[in-house]
């Protein structure tokens, strides 16, 4: 036995003959090493292996430590630190002369969980880790609702009912807080009645007892199914995961009535969460370690101790497997001091908790430095007949390439932008990206050739994306839902309104300082910005700020066990494989974010096929100055201001409707896009048909304004519903669209003068109109199925 500083079990299982054993999940060696001295040393046991449960280091975490002392092997899975061997699904090992050992593997809350069963007589025993808990299961934080009811109802079901449940964590109260809103049956009143009189209950439980009361077992039980308002037995497990991440500690009747009424309404109820964090002087624990030949567990000499119960924590996560996650959810880890989370509700670090003016600091940063990022994807493309002539060429492909390549730039940026952020914050990369868009657009500026203008451009682009793959998750950070609109109006009109002021504004430099102070003041623009930044702005992501707290207890209080109530288990390098695969990954498997980010991508890129025909067109056809053509997208423009005003209007009061009826639903968001819907290929008709009869210039230009409009509660209102929908990864659902978008506003426009050349004005825009008829209706099929399809367990996807 060992003195504990949480109650994370390690177990240390010794077969009685040989006394050969092994220490299971050994996290925290500073406890562990001085029992195991004196064990050896006195010779009750021969250790031979290390075991671990799965990767996570509140597990697997003293791994290198132990083996300074023990160099043995270490069983366990792929991604377990130091890992020596890990044993295939079903196969065996032996602990001396009779224990024998089963290697059960159950991928859900890690891809390598592993738990081990053990035979020794008439004696069985099941070493869960976090799969199964006494009365509860483990978070799905790398895999989904399937996995965990294999795990559960297919692998450890199988096992005898009389096998003896030793999980990784003591959070059966927590548990039982949760499972008695849910079945009140003898069973479940059995459980709670124990967990309240009882300070442990590890091998306390058998498979069969958990087969009564624990409801992720009971997934096929008509009460539990009723309860939650599914049938098939994944939903069911969706259901109960999803309530059990949100639910807090409150009235039990309170509980109830919340997941009644979900089931009722058919959708997840709004359960507020409570975000507390660690009493940081935490007494220590006694955990014990059983072996599966001894029915009684090690005691703990300071009884004392052992007659209290550990204080309470309500902490809150995020569920990074759950692809539509509603909100941050309660950790399973409830009960743990070693969690560092929030210091209440009202913890001023907590970027919800900011005040006003600092809250609209970062937002008013990060939508000024999206404007201009986006402003200087069009600024140039008045001045690139002046570019053509300089560098001598003649080529059509360039002269259109040279001004996408920018949004080119914006495609590639975010997939390596968007992790790093999640690593390191998304406070260093403003600075760092904000830095280099200074550098390549100063390097623009220089350039002796076209072919290194084309290069300078495309890294602009690059890091010209951090605020455009960042700033919905920052927006996500320090708003709350009631606020999200009206920040999400301000910092969309970056990516909307800043390529059409482009040309505008770079129509008169070009015409009066030549096409190079384009790069010039663009850069001069972005110094000021950066400044502003690195004054401004402070960190906004939960992840990265509670990381850095949960650094400073460890030194201050020397307790290496604390973690983060955010912290995956991941090492850096697996953290930033998978935020690098997450967004593609979000793209091709959601089919709300695919066809989402498909719909804003082709309407996103008319704007840019615009710049290759308004040009010329008002230039040659309308008899527009030089200096003035960029004037013609003006229409765009007030239409994109008008609808911005619209939105915010209108979804606030959208908002605070459906709230009031309680009825609030992210697809709620898509109400004001069906406009929209409608106005884009009307106005491209208008456009086209317009140009092509040679009607007075005002007339293309209103068609224009209403295409704006369109765009903009398009754009608007897909960012919204995706930032509500995917809060957790936000910063990757919008890397993701930003990637689509822009590599469609990239291709398109290389396509226009022959489309025109082809069709005529007339029709070929027509035929844009036409693509985006067919697109109508997305909005409506996901006002109506969308929150079945983010909630179906089909969808959900391992993150």
Request: charge should be neutral; include cysteine.
């Amino acid at each position: 036995m060992w003195e504990g500083t949480g109650n994370n079990y390690a177990y240390l299982v010794t077969d009685d003959k040989t006394k050969e054993s092994v220490i299971i999940d050994p996290a925290n060696p500073p406890e562990v090493l001085p029992v195991l001295k004196q064990q050896t040393d006195s010779g009750n046991i021969k250790l031979t292996n290390i075991v671990n449960t799965h990767h996570h280091r509140d597990h697997a975490g003293g791994n290198a430590e132990l083996l300074k002392q023990y160099p043995l092997p270490i069983i366990g899975g792929k991604d377990c630190d130091k890992v020596s061997k890990t044993p295939s699904h079903n196969s065996t090992f032996k602990i001396g002369e009779g224990i024998k050992v089963t290697a059960l593997h159950t991928p859900c809350h890690t891809q390598d969980s592993i738990c081990y069963y053990m035979e020794d007589g008439n004696d069985r025993a099941v070493f869960t880790g976090d799969t199964l808990f006494i009365g509860g299961c483990g978070r799905f934080f790398e895999g989904n609702a399937k996995e965990m009811h294999k795990a559960l109802n297919e692998v450890l079901a199988a096992l005898p009912d009389d096998t003896k449940v030793y999980p990784g964590h003591e959070y059966t109260k927590s548990n039982v807080k949760f499972g008695v809103t849910i079945s009140q049956d003898a069973a479940m009143k059995n459980l709670e009645s124990f967990a309240n009189s009882n300070k442990e209950t590890q091998g306390k439980f058998t498979i069969g007892d958990e087969k009564k009361h624990n409801v992720f077992m009971r997934v096929n039980d008509a009460e539990i199914q009723k309860k939650v308002g599914e049938t098939d037995p994944i939903g069911v497990m969706t259901k109960l995961r999803e309530l059990k991440n949100s639910i807090r500690v409150m009235n039990d009747n309170k509980i109830r009535n919340i997941i009644e009424r979900s089931a009722v309404e058919g959708h997840d109820a709004d359960i507020p969460s409570n975000a507390r964090t660690l009493h940081e002087n935490a007494s220590k624990q006694w955990t014990t370690s059983p072996s599966p030949t001894e029915i009684d567990s090690l005691q703990s000499d300071k009884d004392t101790e052992k007659d209290g119960e550990s204080k309470e924590v309500s902490t809150q996560t995020t569920p990074i497997p759950s692809l539509h996650s509603k909100s941050e959810a309660e950790a399973e880890e409830q009960d743990d001091p070693n969690i560092v989370g929030w210091d209440g509700d009202d913890d001023p670090n907590n970027p919800l908790n900011w005040s006003n003016k600092k809250k609209w600091a970062a937002i008013g940063i990060v939508s000024v430095t999206t404007l201009l990022t986006s402003l200087g994807s069009s600024v140039f493309a008045p001045g690139v007949p002046m570019v053509m002539e300089e560098f001598h060429s003649s080529s059509q492909t360039l002269e259109g390439f040279v001004v996408s390549v920018f949004v080119l730039g914006f495609a590639f940026g975010p997939l390596i932008i968007a992790p790093l952020s999640e690593m390191f914050g998304r406070l260093p990369l403003y600075h760092a990206s904000a830095f280099l868009f200074v550098i390549f657009n100063i390097a623009c500026a220089v350039s002796t050739s076209l072919n290194q203008l084309i290069v300078f451009r495309f890294f602009a682009g690059s890091f010209g994306a951090a605020p455009l793959a960042l700033g919905g998750g920052t927006i996500a950070d320090v708003t709350s839902k009631e606020q999200r609109a009206t920040a999400m109006a301000i910092w969309v009109l970056g990516p909307t309104v800043g390529p059409v002021i482009g040309p505008i504004v770079g129509g008169f430099i070009s015409h009066y300082l030549g096409w190079r102070w384009n790069f010039y003041i663009l850069g001069i623009a972005a110094v000021c910005t950066f400044i502003g930044g690195i004054i401004l702005m402070k960190e906004t992501y939960a992840v990265t700020i509670l990381k850095r707290k949960t650094r400073r207890l460890q030194k201050e209080t020397g307790n290496m066990a604390l973690r983060s109530k955010l912290d995956t288990g991941l090492t850096p390098g697996r953290l930033f494989r998978y935020s690098i695969i997450r967004p593609t990954k979000m793209l091709v498997f959601s089919p709300i974010l695919f066809s989402i980010s498909l719909y804003v991508a082709v309407v996103y890129s008319y704007v840019y096929l615009m710049f290759t025909t308004v040009t010329v067109i008002f230039e040659t056809q309308y008899g527009f100055p030089s200096d003035l053509v960029g004037l013609a997208f003006l229409g765009i423009g007030i239409g994109c201001l008008s609808a911005q005003l619209t939105f915010t209007y209108v979804a606030n009061r959208s908002y605070a409707a459906h709230m009031a009826k309680g009825d609030f639903t992210p697809e709620h968001r898509l109400e004001t896009m069906i406009p929209g819907a409608f106005l884009v290929p009307i106005s491209l008709f208008w456009y086209g048909w317009s140009v092509q009869a040679n009607v007075q210039w005002m007339c293309p230009i209103i068609g224009m304004s209403f295409f704006g409009f369109g765009l903009l509660l398009i754009y608007m209102a897909a960012n919204t519903y995706l930032i509500d929908v995917f809060t957790s990864h936000a910063a990757s659902a919008m890397a993701a669209t930003t990637v689509l978008r822009s590599v469609a506003a990239a291709i398109l426009p290389m396509a226009g003068p022959k489309l025109y050349a082809a069709l005529g004005y007339g029709w070929g825009n027509s035929l844009l109109g036409f693509i985006a008829a067919a697109m109508i209706p997305i909005p409506f099929i996901f006002l109506k199925y969308g929150e079945r399809i983010r909630t179906s367990p089909r969808f959900q996807l391992k993150l």
